[in-house]
């Protein structure tokens, strides 16, 4: 087993190859036929059967005369490796209904959670804000560390595999409290360690959410500090930066810096340029990015296509050599909102996530 119990490995059911002409057809307890294969190499779709035995991917070929325990026709239906939501917030939900059905649903078998404020390190009991939320579905964390959520969640097993980023915030909480006011070295040392605690037990970096309380009162150096111990164990850094809007230049030196000073793979979630007046910058937004990598850094970012082609263009009209193409059907659904009178994104207070708190774009 791996070292990072429950870890993420993405895709893990490799497709195998075709048995060779003239061998015995594999026995399948499930035999997925006709479909268009996309096996998420980059190669082009190809029409297949997929032969499942047990809980594994046994051959990918044609199979006609293969004994089947049930047969799916997919004729005219994409088959393919289960998708990544790379942001989701399930940690809690999959203790409570382990089906994930909004999840596997949409075909997503693997999530990635932890933005700010993971599941663990967590207070021992019953916390305040948990008791309503506990009480109605009768399902508690009787763990402090990741490593015991870890063991929970094999014991639910979930219709998902699930991994998470430590985050930042909610270590700076536990230590110091939702106070704006900066570490002392004392401190500064106990969130190290529990950053470091939580990575051996499997996360998959250091994340920060620095938009909300507590992690906006995170300081650059208490972030490269963590992110340095992160880096110690191969860990990256993922972040919702402290701006994404008016103050996305200083914001994005911030990232960069603490790329380069913890040495760490860092990544920015959900790019985007906020509020109307923004819109049009995406181009010199990229470039920065660009720039930060010609440098040396390993820096990049995940955006909403929607959003970032809207903000490529600055008026909300697609075009342009396939960067906007797939996105294009979706604008005028951002054209309706705009006209029912509701205020772009990052233009008014926002709470989110389990946590709340108000996001300040100055």
């Known amino acids: 087993m791996s070292t990072r119990p429950v870890a993420l490995v993405a895709l893990a059911l490799a497709f195998a190859l075709a048995p060779a002409a003239g061998a015995a057809p594999p026995r399948c307890d499930l035999l997925i036929a006709g479909g268009r294969v996309v096996d998420g190499t ?13 809980d594994r991917i046994a051959a990918v070929g044609r199979f006609d005369d293969a004994p089947a325990a049930r047969k799916v026709d997919a004729r005219g239906l994409v088959v393919a490796p289960g998708f990544i939501d790379m942001l989701g917030q ?10 994930a059905a909004s999840k596997i649903t949409q075909g997503i078998t693997t999530e990635i959670t932890g ?7 967590r207070r021992a009991g019953v916390q305040p804000d948990e008791r309503e939320v506990f009480a109605r579905y009768g399902t508690s964390l009787d763990f402090t560390a990741l490593a015991g959520y870890f063991a929970a969640l094999e014991k639910a097993r979930p219709a998902i595999n699930l991994g998470t980023f430590v985050g930042a915030g909610g ?28 990575m051996r ?13 507590p992690d906006r009162f995170l300081s650059t150096e208490e972030i490269v500090a963590l992110a340095k111990v992160a880096r110690r164990f191969g860990g990256t850094y993922i972040t919702h930066q402290r701006s994404e809007s008016y103050r996305i230049d200083e914001s994005l030196d911030e990232a960069f810096r603490v790329a380069r000073e913890a040495a760490i793979p860092t990544q920015v979630y959900h790019l985007k340029t906020a509020c109307r007046a923004n819109w049009g910058r995406m181009p010199a937004v990229l470039k920065r990015f660009e720039a930060a990598r010609s440098e040396g850094l390993d820096v990049s970012a995940v955006g909403l296509a929607a959003t970032i082609a809207r903000e490529l263009t600055g008026d909300g009209v697609g075009g342009g050599p396939g960067t906007l193409l797939a996105v294009i059907s979706l604008l005028p659904r951002e054209a309706e909102i705009e006209e029912a009178g509701i205020p772009a994104l990052g233009a008014r207070p926002m709470t989110g996530g389990q946590r709340g708190g108000l996001v300040e774009e100055e």
Do not use: H, K
Request: proline share 4%.
């Open 42 to 54: 980059g190669a082009p779709w190809f029409e297949a059967d997929v032969c499942v035995a047990g």
């Open 115 to 121: 933005e700010g404020t993971s599941i663990a390190p």
């Open 171 to 198: 270590v700076r909480g536990l230590v110091i409290g939702a106070g704006d006011r900066r570490a002392t070295a004392e401190e500064l040392a106990r969130m190290e360690a529990l950053v470091a605690e939580a």
């Open 90 to 99: 399930s940690e809690y939900n999959v203790l409570v209904d382990p089906r």
């Open 201 to 213: 037990d499997g996360a998959l970096g250091l994340s920060t959410s620095l938009q909300y309380v």
